[in-house]
């Protein structure tokens, strides 16, 4: 379900992003999707279908990259075959944009791309969004630094996600272009606790005594799965209830380990990668987000906007989403006592939960709907291209 205002100015857009199970990814995905339903043609151009597209979405249509496997190549040089990739496309179907996500190597690619097409007399600007690792943690290795400022600055246009990750870059970057702030979205139709549907489906997760808490993630280390584990330990204790665990990846093994450890594995439901997150997210009563760093918190915005309040970290862009003891609770990092503590009270009072998620959802829908992002997008677009139409000579 999308929103089915129309745009101003139909673009053709090509789109880039890791397509797997990343947030960054969701967010390309999503947005693709949105601006189709707005009258754009979008091309996904990745190395394989996002997750998160069904293949039946009108204007829509998605280009894989493939690298090639020469057996000279110890590394496949998959930007290579990205930049080749998009310029191919940009050409055949007259692309007025490219947006890529993640600035690392995609910015690059781009780039390559646009001087390809300019030596045909093609004008190709492109925007890259930045979505968190890029800079917090890639693109501050000393490797990638001077590559991925190269990118930025060679952007036609450059978004963050949240502003503390836009201070970030320009504190770590210090580019010579402007960072813009449009902060990621959900769309609150697709994102809604529906009653009916609860109430099918929660009796496969929790018994009518047992609160549910929820985590979705990658597994990255940066996650901090193992916390969850630590305070869903520590609640267990007080009161009667089950963890449901959505996502894969590099720490569900230490994870499992804590759990058995604890003795509470029959509790936890390693529910592993799914994509009807929309459907599961509003079954439970609480989100927990321990993570390290987080330049957004997309997972908490999508459970918020599934009236579901989070406990996370102050960390990143998450107290741009979360309004401490409002819409969500935060605390430090690491501090898996008074996450289990703040969750114990807050499952305890029926009161204060079913508010919490209340504004949770009006958080979601006042200020992080797609209805009110996308136009941020469309607006960028129109600036960047007449921008880049006018510096042509
Ligand atoms: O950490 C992840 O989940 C992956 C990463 C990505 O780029 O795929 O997520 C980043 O982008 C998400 C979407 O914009 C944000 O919601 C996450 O906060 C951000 N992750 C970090 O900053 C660690």
């Known amino acids: 379900m999308v929103s089915n205002q129309k745009a101003a100015t139909p673009r053709r857009i090509g789109i880039t992003c890791y397509p797997t199970y990343g947030g960054s990814g969701v967010v390309a995905t999503e947005l693709g999707i949105e601006l189709a339903a707005r009258g754009h043609d979008i091309h996904f151009i990745t190395s ?12 829509i249509h ?53 001087q390809m097409l300019a030596k045909r007399g093609r004008t190709l600007p492109f925007i890259t969004t930045l979505h968190g690792t890029d800079i917090t943690l890639v693109g ?48 609150c139709d697709f994102y809604i606790r529906r009653p009916e549907q609860v109430a099918t489906l929660r009796p496969h997760f929790a018994g009518p005594q047992e609160r549910l808490l929820v985590h979705l993630s990658n597994f990255r280390p940066v ?4 916390d969850v584990i630590e305070v869903f330990a520590r609640v267990v204790r007080q009161l009667p209830a089950r963890l449901l665990l959505i996502g894969d990846g590099p720490d569900r093994s230490a994870a499992e380990y804590l759990a058995m450890r604890y003795g509470i594995h029959d509790k936890v439901n390693f529910a592993g990668k799914q994509d009807n997150v929309n459907e599961l997210l509003p079954l439970a009563d609480l989100m927990l987000l321990p993570s390290q760093m987080e330049s957004f918190g997309l997972a908490a915005l999508e459970a918020m906007a599934c009236g579901v309040p989070s406990i996370a970290t ?17 605390r430090e990092v690491g501090d898996v006592d008074g996450m289990a503590e703040a969750a114990v009270a ?16 009006r958080t979601a829908q006042s200020r992080f709907c797609a209805s009110r992002i996308i136009p941020q997008y469309e607006e960028f677009y129109e600036r960047v291209i007449a921008q880049a139409a006018g510096a042509v000579v």
């Open 140 to 187: 501050l290795d000393r490797s990638y630094l001077p590559i991925t400022r190269f990118g930025i600055e060679e952007s036609n246009g450059v978004t963050a996600i949240s502003n503390d990750l836009r201070r970030q870059t320009d504190q770590a970057f210090a580019p010579n272009r402007p960072i813009e702030v449009i902060h990621n979205f959900v769309n």
């Open 223 to 226: 996650k901090r799965v193992q």
């Open 62 to 114: 998605f280009h894989e990259v493939s690298v090639s496997n020469y057996p000279l190549f110890e590394y496949p040089p998959y930007d290579l075959a990205l930049a080749t990739r998009m310029a191919e496309v940009a050409e055949f179907y007259n692309l007025d944009l490219l947006h890529v996500h993640y600035a690392i190597p995609h910015s690059l690619s781009a780039l390559l791309a646009r």
């Open 314 to 330: 102050r960390v990143g862009g998450v107290p741009e989403l979360i309004d401490d003891g409002i819409s969500g609770i935060l």
């Open 346 to 361: 807050l499952l305890q009072n029926d009161d204060q939960l079913q508010e919490m998620g209340r504004a949770a959802r």
């Open 48 to 59: 394989s279908q996002p997750f998160r597209l069904t293949g039946r979405e009108g204007n």
